[in-house]
């Protein structure tokens, strides 16, 4: 039995807002997805034709680069943060947790880093292959 009132118990144990913020991260992410993925569905299905130079030439044109960039880093922030939440609350074991949370942040900025890589590459050498 403790003499520690319920309040003397909890200060000092980090604050309680502390998820708020992820909490919001994954929301805006969630809800800047949603027209970045029907402006991608839309464009692809109206493209001309679906050939490799087609394709190539879409990608490199106009504000497409842009919004494809900001497609893989919305989809790739908003996918680490889901991850993250389902490690965190399902994987139980520290040494695994830890491991994992970390396998699944640098996977998530490889995917980004690659993601951009390939957009920046065809949209600088559309012209040129």
């Known amino acids: 039995m403790s003499l520690r009132s319920p309040l003397g118990r909890v200060l000092g144990r980090g604050s309680a807002k502390s998820g708020v913020s992820h909490w919001w991260a994954q929301r805006v992410t969630a809800v800047a997805l949603v027209p970045l993925t029907v402006w991608f569905a839309f464009s692809v299905v109206h493209l001309p034709t679906s050939d490799h130079e087609a394709v190539r030439a879409w990608v490199g044109s106009g504000i497409h680069p842009v919004l494809l960039l900001l497609l893989i880093g919305t989809l790739t922030w908003h996918s680490a943060l889901g991850v993250q939440v389902v490690l965190e609350d399902y994987v139980h074991a520290k040494g695994l947790k830890v491991a994992s949370l ?15 890589y390939a957009v920046l590459r065809i949209a600088f050498t559309t012209g040129s292959a």
């Open 102 to 116: 970390l396998a699944s942040t640098f996977a998530h900025l490889l995917l980004a880093a690659a993601g951009a």
